[in-house]
């Protein structure tokens, strides 16, 4: 089986504070994999270390075929890993409109533009000329992909989405991303909302205190429920 994402042993420190020990696992053109686990278990981490922010001391990042454990971040992009992050980012003093352009990665063409954005994304139609910084908390995090989107990447990463959202924000997410799902989109996100990530995952991946501790297709995952109570709580 052919992958577009291969995380070998990953090993990362900050400083001497070593944080992920021997993590891997792989994600297949158009899945949607969910690494899951408390806060602080390392999921963060894992995609600073993806994305080249935070390259690992050992282990690799194999990428659409290619060994790229120590590319800079903006290769990464430029490859085609277009990554979320957990604060958003957003430019504030940049309009709607500005922030989706800077997502541009010259070179890389596809199905994404301003105007396929708003087709998907239809509640930023109206906000185009505000500036970012003026938006609520669901309009940033709807901003922030729709931006990574801009750059047509052959893998979306979404660190921890529901974050701080509202339930109907949330509900207004999943449906995002089952649609992304469904055009074959292949996605990796980290998630501590167990029902949001049952809604949209092919497969879960747990970490705790730095490692992969389990891994599994979410049927069997929503059977598991030692698994579930034991690393994550609920």
Known sequence: ???ILEARELNTFYGRSHILFDVSFTVAPGETVCLMGRNGAGKSTTFRSLAGLTPPKQGRVVFKDKDCTRLPAYKMARLGLGLVPEDRRIL????VKENLELGRIPGRKGRWNIETVLEAFGSLAPLME?????????EQQM???ARALMGNPDLLV???????LSPVIVGTLKDLVLSLKAARTTILL???????AMAVSDRVVVIDKGHAVYTGGI????KDEAVQKKYLAV
Do not use: A, H, V, W
């Open 1 to 3: 089986m052919s992958y």
């Open 92 to 95: 504030g003093p940049f309009t």
């Open 130 to 138: 505000r500036l970012g910084g003026t938006l609520s908390g669901g």
């Open 143 to 145: 901003l922030t992909i």
């Open 158 to 164: 979404l660190d921890e989405p529901t974050e701080g």
């Open 190 to 196: 980290s998630e501590q909302n167990i029902r949001f």
């Open 219 to 222: 049927e069997e995952f929503k």
